[in-house]
Every structure is written in structure tokens, then in C-alpha cells.
């Protein structure tokens, strides 16, 4: 990311993709807690889950301009180890190994030829945390990876269009505050309105961007600079929705 020609944004981008928040600026930072929206600093199904799909579509492309037979089983076998070595090179926070397994899971049954159901998925990525570390419910990431992820495949799922946007704000936002609350001692107030104009933002176009940047960086830094110069509008918009609540809760 350090290729990029937008040094602030990089430094925003590394922390929306590889929840790196060493360099992100501190005012990014609190902006982000104040409005709800830190979550997008961890490294979770929103970017494992990109990934994935951003590999499994490119080689099912391929394999059917080669007249392969099965192509979705090539595209589900080649999509396994990007996934994993991203997981790896994020430091393997909670919600990126959650967010690993429900893809590997996925994949693996995709290769098999079975329908897999999201929330058995989520229940497979809890066990086998769990069963490494037995503590690992008390950390504050496997929480809130698995409270939001629990309640959007309960509460929203199947939802479609605008809606859908506004309902997964909501949700994740009303299930993850007992979390905040109990770990923080703060609950975002603008939590559904920060994540219904930041979440799209950067699941659609900062993160893919991001992925695809990464995968070209050898050849061209313009994807890249551009993931970072969205970085830094999203930055900004985060500021300006955070700046008459902290300047209410200072003065």
C-alpha cells in the first residue's frame, strides 16, 4: 500500500483493508469510534469474503474461456489459498479467522457439489476458535464479529435494494451496542446513520479497490491511488458526521 502516491490515504487504506491502524490518523480514528463505524478497521468478511469472490469470479471466467467442464470447482479450489494467506497476512485478528472459515467452509462445499448454510458456517468458525483458545469468547473482536454477523444472517437476510442498506445498518448497529457499551463504556448514537453511508462506501469501492490494487500493484499504482483518495473522502465524511457530537460531548 506504501506504493500508492497518496501518502494520507494509504495510511487510511491500510487500516480499511488490513486493519493496520498503526498509521491511520488519529482523527480518522476517533471519528470512526464516535460515528460507529471502527468496525471497518477489522479485517472481516467484508474483506476475506472480497477477496474470495473478487478470485473464485476471475478464474470461473477463465475456466469457462477454456471450456472447462466444472469451472465453479476450479474457481472454489484456486479461491482457497488467496483466502487463507490474506487472513495470515492480516494478523489473524477474530473476525478474519471467522470471517476465513465461513469462506473456507463455503468453498469446500462448493467443491463437494452441497448447498452450505451461512449461520452452520458461523457455527464451525466459532467451534474452531474456540477450541484453540478457549478464552477467546472473552476478546472484544470475537464478540463483536460474531454478535453482527449472528444478527444480520438472522434479521436481515435475503433483503434487497435500499432496504436492504438501511436494515443492515440498523441491525448491526443495535446488536453490537451492548458490546460497545459493556467494553467502552460509550454507544454511538449515530451508528445507523455512519454505517448506512460508510458501510456501502467502503464495501463497494474503498475495499474492492483495495483488493484489486493489491493484485495489480506490480504492474500499476492507479487502482490503489484511487482506493486511497476514496479512503480519504470516506475519512472525511466520517469527520464531519463526528465533529457536533464530540464537540456536544467536550462542551
Known amino acids: 500500500l506504501n506504493r500508492s502516491s497518496r501518502d494520507y490515504g494509504a495510511r487510511i487504506l491500510s487500516g480499511l483493508l488490513l486493519g493496520d491502524r498503526a498509521g491511520v490518523p488519529e482523527?480518522?480514528?476517533s471519528a470512526l469510534q464516535t460515528t460507529g463505524?471502527?468496525?471497518?478497521m477489522a479485517v472481516s468478511g467484508l474483506h476475506v469474503g472480497g477477496l474470495a469472490l473478487l478470485v473464485f469470479g476471475l478464474v470461473r471466467r477463465c475456466a469457462i474461456a477454456l471450456g472447462s467442464v466444472r469451472p465453479?470447482?476450479?474457481?472454489a479450489l484456486l479461491a482457497l489459498p488467496p483466502t487463507?494467506?490474506?487472513?495470515?497476512?492480516a494478523g489473524a485478528p477474530a473476525s478474519a479467522v471467522r470471517a476465513g472459515v465461513m469462506v473456507t467452509v463455503y468453498l469446500v462445499g462448493v467443491l463437494l457439489g452441497r448447498r452450505t448454510r451461512a449461520l452452520d458456517a458461523l457455527a464451525v468458525a466459532a467451534v474452531l476458535l474456540a477450541t484453540g483458545n478457549p478464552w477467546a469468547?472473552?476478546?472484544?473482536?470475537?464478540?463483536?464479529?460474531f454478535v453482527a454477523v449472528a444478527a444480520l444472517l438472522i434479521f436481515a437476510?435475503?433483503?434487497?435494494?435500499?432496504a436492504a442498506l438501511a436494515i443492515t445498518a440498523l441491525v448491526a448497529s443495535l446488536a453490537t451496542a451492548p458490546v460497545q457499551a459493556w467494553h467502552f463504556g460509550t454507544v454511538?448514537?449515530?451508528?445507523p446513520v455512519a454505517n448506512?453511508?460508510?458501510?456501502p462506501l467502503a464495501a463497494m469501492v474503498v475495499v474492492p479497490l483495495g483488493l484489486m490494487g493489491l493484485l495489480w500493484a506490480p504492474l500499476t499504482t492507479f487502482p490503489l491511488d484511487l482506493a486511497a483518495g476514496t479512503a480519504e473522502a470516506l475519512s472525511a465524511i466520517a469527520e464531519t458526521m463526528a465533529t457536533p457530537l464530540e464537540e456536544a460531548i467536550n462542551g
Open 188 to 191: 454511538a448514537p449515530l451508528g
Open 157 to 162: 437476510a435475503g433483503q434487497r435494494g435500499v
Open 37 to 40: 463505524a471502527a468496525h471497518l
Open 196 to 199: 448506512l453511508l460508510l458501510s
Open 137 to 145: 469468547a472473552d476478546n472484544v473482536g470475537f464478540q463483536l464479529s
Open 72 to 75: 465453479w470447482r476450479w474457481a
Open 84 to 89: 487463507g494467506l490474506f487472513v495470515v497476512l
Open 27 to 29: 482523527s480518522t480514528r
